[in-house]
Every structure is written in structure tokens, then in C-alpha cells.
């Protein structure tokens, strides 16, 4: 079949979708059942609000938002799942709806832990069923099957049976799967849930392997925010189903206030020298333009805004006092970052 796919098109187009749904309200009192079954009430939830954005060919975009923020549900209209309520969307120029069948040959789609897998046959036998049925050619079969044994260590669980395998494995086998009929979008919901520090590397390293050697078009959703800011190059953020920030990492940073963190190592003085010694070294020092976030055996952790505060400035301070060992400047971590500004929008 010839492709509809067009080049020079956006790999994702979203234009002011609208996304509600119904919930019908019952009081759950057996004295109700009558006024529930007669005078139903039903309640509209809107988890996407005229929400727009595109993505090129080739980006890596984490999009991420609190629960309820309306990711997955973005992720099943993109994939022809849900329809939207209002506005238009398409994905390498199709639109999910009604080229359902034609876009299935050109994404990928994984939701967190559920699985294509036959769980009672061999890895390969799913690969080969998955040929046949979606009649994947030779050359395009045998080079995908080559590169994801390769880069996902699939040698050795090929001939595994699903449901023998640990959730890091099959996850990568899962990821395999996908990616045979040579999709140029693919959709990831929570990938590396509930993977232990080696897998959830492997999965990384992966990703962003594919998207760099083979333009992948790759759309992330986690709750991982460390995770995403090491895959991706974009994120957006989704708060009550409308954009809150598009832009890189950085750009999030500073939008959030620039905020560094600094780790002070206090010397330890002798008992019999301790006496002498300035009462600023014995406890956690005071320093103007610093935020103190923790105080634990003479490591000492604060917090403060680049904007306000250089690092001069800093350093400066940091010297008017004895007794300072060592002193560590880090960013602040990505997950602070983003759950201060979760908290602001919710109080908004």
C-alpha cells in the first residue's frame, strides 16, 4: 500500500481539541436506588481544554502533567483510540479517526505495563505473528528484528516464554514488538514503571539511540521526571488539560525560579578544640541569600535563586565563614522543580 504520509509534514498535529466526557453521579445509598434509576444526574469532565501544539519529525517530547492532567487521554486520541470532542488532529499528516488503519502502519504505541505479547509462547513466535498479520516485508522485518536484539539485549529471551520473563524483559521485548514494522511515531505511556536501575538505563539508552539514529518521532508520558529530563529534549506540561509550559528543561529551571542548590561540609573540630572554635562552625551557618533545606552531621544543604543570588555573590558569603570543608553546586533536582510548580498551580 502506498503511503499518505507526506514529507515536510508535522509528525503531530494537535489544533484546539476539546476532550469531555460523561460520569454519571450516583449517591451509592440503597434509599437512592429509585432516585438514581428515575432522575439520573450526570456530570461533565474535561480532561483536554482546547488544547494545541505540533511536533517535528524527529523531536523527543516528554509530556507530562500531575494525574487527571489529560496525558493518556492525549495519547489515545493521537492513536485513534478516543476521538476528540472538538477540534482537529493529525499524526504524519492522517487523521487518527478515519485513517485508522493506515496510520497503525506508521506508530507505535505502548501503555505501562500492558502487553502484545502471547504469554504462553516463545518472544519470537509474538515477532513472527506480528509479521505475518500486519504482512511487515522481509528486508524491513529482518533489519528491525536485528537492530532490537542487538540494542535491547533481546538475544537471550527470544525463545522465552512471556510470561517467564521479569517485567524489565518483557518491557524491552515489548518495545522490540513495536518497533518491527518500522513505525516513524511512536507513543510511550510510563515505559520504564516499575524497572530497577540497570533496566530502566538499558530503556533509556535505547530510546534515545533509535530517535537519534533513526529520526524516530518519540512522545513520552512518566511520572519519572529525572527519566524524562534524561530522554528528552522538550517537555510539555499539562495542567487541567491545557498547555502550562512548552520549552526545554532549562527553560523550565528558570521558569521555576532558577533555583540551584548548594551542599556546605563543615569540618568536624576535636572536643578539645572544639571550644575554640567559631559557634558558626558547630551548627548549621546562616547565610544571606541561602535558603537552609537540611542540616544533617555538618553537611548542610541549601537552596537559592541564580536570578536573585550569583554564584559570586555565593561564594562571597561563603568565604566570610570558618570551619567550611567542602562546598558542592548542583541543580536543583527536576522533580522539586516540577512538584512546586504543580503546587502553585493548584492553588491557583
Known sequence: MQSMVHLGTPALVID??????SQWQRSGHARDILKNMLH????????????????????????????????????????????????TVSVSGLNPVTDRIELMRHIGVLFGQRTELWWDHPIITSFEWKKEVWAIPDDIYKKNLS????????????????????????MRADIGMLLLHDPTVIFLDEPTLGLDVLAKQQMIHFLKEINRECGTTI???????????????????????????????DELRNTAGACSRIVVTMKNPSSKNRSLTSEKTLTAPLIPGLQ??????????????????????????????QGIDDVEIRRAPIEDVIARLYLSWKKS
Open 147 to 170: 537492530l532490537v536484539i542487538e540494542l535491547l539485549g533481546l538475544e537471550d529471551i527470544l525463545h522465552t516464554f512471556a510470561r517467564e520473563l521479569s517485567l524489565g524483559q518483557r
Open 292 to 321: 537552609l533545606l537540611s542540616s544533617n552531621g555538618g553537611i548542610c544543604e541549601y537552596e537559592f535563586n541564580r536570578s536573585q543570588t550569583g554564584i559570586h555573590e555565593v561564594l562571597g558569603n561563603l568565604a566570610e565563614f
Open 219 to 249: 512522545v513520552v508520558t512518566s511520572h519519572d521526571m529525572d527519566d524524562l529530563e534524561e530522554m528528552a529534549q522538550r517537555i510539555i506540561l499539562l495542567n487541567k488539560g491545557q498547555i502550562a509550559f512548552d520549552g526545554n528543561f
Open 40 to 87: 439520573p444526574q450526570k456530570r461533565i469532565v474535561t480532561a483536554l481544554d482546547h488544547l494545541s501544539f505540533e511536533v517535528a519529525p524527529g523531536e523527543f517530547v516528554a509530556y507530562a502533567g500531575a494525574n487527571g492532567a489529560g496525558k493518556s487521554t492525549t495519547i489515545k486520541i493521537l492513536s485513534g483510540i478516543l476521538s476528540p470532542s472538538e477540534g
Open 16 to 21: 484546539n481539541v476539546t476532550k469531555q466526557y
